[in-house]
Antibody, heavy 119, light 107 residues
Framework: QVQLVQSGAEVKKPGASVKVSCKTS????????IHWVRQAPGQGLEWMGW????????RYTQKFQGRVTMTRDTSSRTAYMEVTRLRSDDTAVFYC????????????WGQGTVVTVSS | DIQMTQSPSSLSASVGDRVTITCQAS??????LNWYQQIPGKAPKLLIF???KLETEVPSRFTGSGSGTEFTFTISSLQPEDIATYFC?????????FGGGTKVEIK
């Protein structure tokens, strides 16, 4: 079955870090980039960046540069996103999504991971 | 960054009505525009890619059109299961950016 399954909800204190996983199955892992998208409560969608599962190369939006790291493990077909120095306004649902290399549409999404940042 | 302006931000329509949403890009993005549906509490789902191409298994009542800076998304006959928020997204230039969303409700 083709799917992206994300790790469970997290509660963190300000200043802490969180690492979210996105386990893939049912397709050739290296044919699709994995992207991460943030959605704050009641808000829209915000693209954060991507990781190339083949090379491990990454691209981040400037807003998250220096605070976000995207990685992958080809042996387990899993992508990861770590956010450091969490703030209360990082409270959001984080989604992973894939796009076929060379195409721009996110055709499959994970179920989302709720990250709550609160003291 | 390319700004994507969606309108309206919300609408209320009756079952069977034709619903139209527009998305305007701050610069020319050719046809590099996708549309997603997000049902409350769920992840977004791709409906239309490259402005007008229907994703596999998506009902034909959903259509998209446009190029350059002006795009339109239409539901030809609104169904109860279409209650959701719809987002446009440009993939012409990094960073990828989304419109603010249009919340569709049943009157």
């Amino acid at each position: 079955q083709v799917q992206l399954v994300q790790s469970g909800a997290e509660v963190k204190k300000p200043g802490a870090s969180v690492k979210v996983s996105c386990k893939t199955s049912g397709y050739t892992f290296t044919d699709y980039y994995i992207h991460w998208v943030r959605q704050a409560p009641g808000q829209g969608l915000e693209w954060m960046g991507w990781v190339n599962p083949d090379s491990g190369g990454t691209r981040y939006t400037q807003k998250f540069q220096g605070r976000v790291t995207m990685t992958r493990d080809t042996s387990s077909r899993t992508a990861y996103m770590e956010v450091t120095r969490l703030r209360s306004d990082d409270t959001a649902v984080f989604y992973c999504a894939r796009n076929l290399i060379g195409y721009g549409a996110f055709d499959l999404w994970g179920q989302g991971t709720v990250v709550t940042v609160s003291s | 960054d390319i700004q994507m302006t969606q309108s309206p931000s919300s609408l209320s329509a009756s079952v069977g009505d034709r619903v139209t949403i527009t998305c305007q890009a701050s610069q020319d993005i050719s046809k590099n525009l996708n549309w997603y549906q997000q049902i409350p509490g769920k992840a977004p789902k791709l409906l239309i890619f490259d402005a007008s191409k229907l994703e596999t298994e998506v009902p034909s009542r959903f259509t998209g059109s446009g190029s350059g800076t002006e795009f339109t998304f239409t539901i030809s006959s609104l169904q109860p299961e279409d209650i959701a928020t719809y987002f446009c997204q440009q993939h012409d230039t990094l960073p990828f950016t989304f419109g603010g969303g249009t919340k569709v409700e049943i009157k």
